[in-house]
């Protein structure tokens, strides 16, 4: 079976995991959160970009990868361009599976796989997706405010769009879906189709 690969970008909490998840799960495609990666290399310690050439699946394997200190962590550790490098290599391999996959992140349709069969491009308000995110964090014992949650979404944001190495931003041929007034049930929809026309 030859590879399809479905590249899935955008800003944090806009919902590309619930996405990339349903999406693997319809077409029985392999997924790949490559934000795990970053925010390992984080936690990890030490010197990011031996941190990065080193990674295990142990270490992607921790329970304190979705805290908000791990998203911190991990956007500061994006921005350095030798981390990025030690990780394309596993995310590119990942990518080529026979049988399909897909990957979200903030770089996939523009760097990792820029020849990406699907390429979507997947937004909502910041102030939607600040309360997504706090009610995650929440859920799992995060003591955190709403406004607080904003405040670091911006900075990430801020961080992943103004960095020179795999800015944030869409690729050319992305399909946009902006999830601000979509149930997670139409946007599957929206994202299947747009996998569909290119089957
Ligand atoms: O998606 P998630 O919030 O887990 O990503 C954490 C951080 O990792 C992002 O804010 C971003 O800085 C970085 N990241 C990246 N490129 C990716 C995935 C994540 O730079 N492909």
């Known amino acids: 079976m030859t590879s399809f690969t479905v590249a899935i970008d955008g800003p944090a909490a806009a919902g590309k ?8 799960e319809r ?4 997924h790949l ?5 970053y925010r390992a290399v984080g936690a990890k310690g030490g010197d990011p970009v031996r941190a990065a050439q080193t990674l295990s699946a142990a270490d992607l394997g921790r329970g304190d990868l979705r805290s908000a200190g791990a998203g911190e962590a991990a956007s500061k550790v994006a921005a350095i361009p030798e981390v990025r490098a030690a990780l394309v290599r596993f995310q590119q391999d990942f990518a080529r599976q026979p049988g399909g996959a897909v990957l979200d992140g903030r770089d996939i349709g523009t760097v990792i796989c820029p020849d990406a069969e699907v390429k979507l491009y997947v937004t909502a308000s910041d102030e939607v997706r600040a309360h997504r995110r706090w009610l995650e ?5 995060d003591v955190i405010t709403e406004a607080q949650v904003l405040d670091d979404l911006r900075a990430r944001d801020a961080r992943d769009t103004a960095r020179a190495t795999a800015p944030l931003r869409p690729a050319a ?17 929206k994202a299947c189709e747009a996998i569909k026309r290119r089957m």
């Open 33 to 37: 959160d490559t934000g795990l990666l």
């Open 137 to 141: 964090l929440r859920a799992q014992g």
């Open 17 to 24: 995991g619930t996405l990339s998840r349903a999406v693997a």
């Open 27 to 30: 077409f029985g495609f392999a």
């Open 173 to 189: 041929d992305a399909v946009l879906i902006d999830t601000t007034e979509l149930s997670i049930d139409t946007a599957v929809e």
